[in-house]
């Protein structure tokens, strides 16, 4: 069995997942972002910090960094490399999230993986994705915490998952993974909203710890 192209994949969706946009597009106006805000490298606190094209910016290229390994797995690469099956391209998935979680350009620290895990869903199962990301405009619509809409939308697609893509089991299990990973990633949003201290979010920039 020819593991090269399996390596290669994951390989590539770690790398591709490490590019820390945010915080990129923060030093292009000067700021280093883990200095500001919540000091969080995603492109929420991009958000807050530089303000909503930037941070709009910054959810695309962090989204589109976990679509583009994914898709070139399941697609792939004309002449190149062949596509992977189900196993392989739910694990291409994990390693562009953890690529963006533990960037090494940033000294193995990075974002909390939503806009990220968005961008692999986006391939693995969209109807999944588009369920959870309801989830989360509901909350965030009625809470204004974005940091509870994006672990109510985590928590949603593990059983939406289960529904939209029955019989795939490596996926199944890769996307809850991956939701676990998000929920985790949010662990001091969670004891800050438990004793309400979590910033709102202001859809003008700024007010949000996420």
């Known amino acids: 069995m020819n593991l090269w192209p399996g390596i290669i994949y994951l390989a ?3 790398l591709s997942g490490s590019v820390p946009w945010s915080w990129i597009l923060g030093k292009f106006r000067g700021i280093d972002i883990r200095n500001e805000g ?6 929420t606190n991009l958000f807050r910090v530089c303000g909503r094209g930037t941070g709009i910016t910054g959810l695309l290229l962090d989204a589109l960094k976990g ?19 189900d196993w392989l391209l739910g694990l291409t998935a994990i390693f562009a999230v953890l690529g963006h979680v533990f960037s090494p350009w940033l000294g193995f620290r990075g974002g ?3 806009a990220t895990a968005l961008g692999v869903l986006v391939i693995l199962s969209p109807l999944t994705l588009a369920s959870g990301l309801v989830v989360f405009a509901l909350v965030l619509t009625i809470t204004r915490y974005v940091s509870l809409g994006s672990i109510s939308a985590a928590v949603a697609v593990i059983p939406f998952v289960f529904i939209y893509e029955p019989g795939r089991l490596p996926v199944q299990i890769i996307i809850c993974l991956v939701a676990v990973l998000v929920i985790v990633r949010h662990k ?4 800050k909203l438990l004793h309400g201290e979590e910033n709102k979010f202001s859809f003008h920039g700024g007010g949000s710890n996420e």
């Not at 919540?38 to 492109?43: K, Q």
């Not at 583009?68 to 596509?83: D, T």
């Not at 001091?188 to 004891?191: A, D, L, M």
């Open 12 to 14: 590539a969706a770690f």
């Open 112 to 114: 909390k993986g939503v």
């Open 67 to 85: 679509a583009l390994p994914v898709f070139a797995a399941k697609q792939g690469i004309a002449g190149v490399l062949s596509p992977v099956g």
């Open 38 to 43: 919540s000091g969080n490298t995603g492109a």
């Open 188 to 191: 001091s949003n969670i004891v």
